[in-house]
């Protein structure tokens, strides 16, 4: 055995972790090397000035840990869960009212455009055109339906020669 | 209570319990079960302690060290994987909570951590103790002047038995480095004691 070994095996020797083979060699190589032996003697010192544990510790830790009050994970759990449900709830009801909103906006938009187109008597390009940009959502001939795929024959029959007008 | 095994070793030495044992006190302990819990701590306080009180060199914060270690551990155990032994997972805790109280502490006790505290034993020579005690506080504080990286290392290695690679593990550095600071550590320690 080397020194460089010998002196990596001494703390396990210490606490007897090391196979009866390898003391005995440990133990060869000591007797005749001083600087191992003195290695030795300073890890054996240092094991036998352990500090000791006051024998009420392991009581003080166990109430410490038993008392310790802990939220229960179900609980914070629910609790997340109703942050992420509120919050998808109140995301849906906005958006809702803000889609709402914008279809009551662009009705009476398109409603006054026609009005005054009406009035005015008018087939200016320029306000057909806006007035055509609101069409999809608010349009005679779809009856308020926004899906073309949803008209019948004849209204898309209709809806046509009113674009050709 | 109900007892899962009895101990075959001191309190966290290696070998203290089979391996199969500890997985279901620590499955038990994990799932809210009070008297497993109360086992681990059981089995390792002496050896956190003695963690603790060298790496502190103060009964009382060790104490408090010790005792937040275990607060830590058996709250966290879910973050226990088993990568490396309960054991080694525990010091580490241990190693952490006595960095935490050492910031605090305003004072340090050059004297022996359990000086005060022990009762001489009734078999022993008062002058014994004695001269026990004093031999330890001068080891304390010759442990103290290594680097925090040596210290800890050689702490590790001969007190609480740990691996180069244990240490590693516990000190958050390469097995390499584990093994450098300890020799440094116990080379500079044989220097400090004039050996």
Redesign the interface.
């Known amino acids: 055995m080397t020194s460089e070994h010998v002196t990596d095996l001494l703390p396990d020797l210490a606490a007897g972790t090391v196979s009866s083979a390898a003391a005995a060699g440990i133990h060869a190589h000591l007797t005749s090397c001083d600087d191992c032996a003195a290695e030795w003697l300073l890890i054996q010192r240092l094991r036998a000035t352990a500090p000791v544990a006051p024998a009420a510790l392991a009581d003080r830790i166990t109430h410490a840990v038993m008392n310790r009050p802990v939220a229960p994970r179900s609980a914070s759990w629910g609790i997340a869960q109703l942050t992420v449900a509120a919050t998808v709830a109140i995301a849906l009801v906005g958006g809702g009212i803000a889609i709402e909103q914008l279809r009551h906006d662009n009705a009476r938009m398109n409603t006054s455009l026609s009005d005054t187109a009406v009035a005015t008597g008018t087939t200016d390009s320029g306000t057909a055109a806006t007035a055509a940009a609101y069409t999809p959502i608010v349009e005679p001939v779809l009856g308020g339906r926004s899906v073309v795929a949803e008209l019948t024959e004849a209204q898309l029959k209709a809806l046509l020669a009113e674009m050709g007008t | 209570m109900t007892r899962l095994f009895l101990q075959s070793g001191m309190p966290g030495?290696?070998?203290a319990g089979s391996e199969v044992d500890e997985a279901v006190l620590i499955a038990r302990a994990r799932d809210g079960d009070?008297d497993a819990?109360?086992q681990l701590?059981?089995r390792y306080?002496?050896d956190v302690?003695?963690l603790t009180?060298?790496l502190l060199q103060d009964?009382d914060l060790?104490?408090d060290a010790?005792?937040d270690t275990?607060?830590n551990a058996?709250?966290g155990l879910s973050r226990f994987r088993g990568d490396a032994s309960f054991r080694t997972w525990l010091l580490r805790i241990a190693v952490n909570a006595a960095k935490t109280l050492g910031r605090r502490q305003t004072r340090r006790r050059e004297i022996?951590?359990?000086a005060a505290?022990?009762e001489p034993d009734g078999d022993r020579d008062i002058a014994e103790v004695a001269a026990?005690r004093t031999?330890?506080a001068k080891?304390?504080a010759l442990l103290h002047r290594l680097p925090p990286k040596q210290r800890n290392a050689?702490i590790l290695?001969?007190?609480a038995?740990l691996s180069y690679a244990e240490i590693g593990e516990a000190i958050d550095c390469s097995e390499g480095s584990a093994?450098v600071n300890y020799?440094l550590g116990?080379k500079r320690?044989?220097e400090l004691?004039g050996?």
Request: charged share 35%.
């Open positions: 030495e290696p070998g009070r819990q109360e701590i059981r306080a002496d302690y003695r009180a060298r009964r060790a104490q010790a005792q275990f607060v058996i709250h022996s951590i359990d505290e022990s026990q031999e330890a080891l304390d050689v290695r001969v007190q038995g093994r020799h116990i320690l044989r004691a050996e």
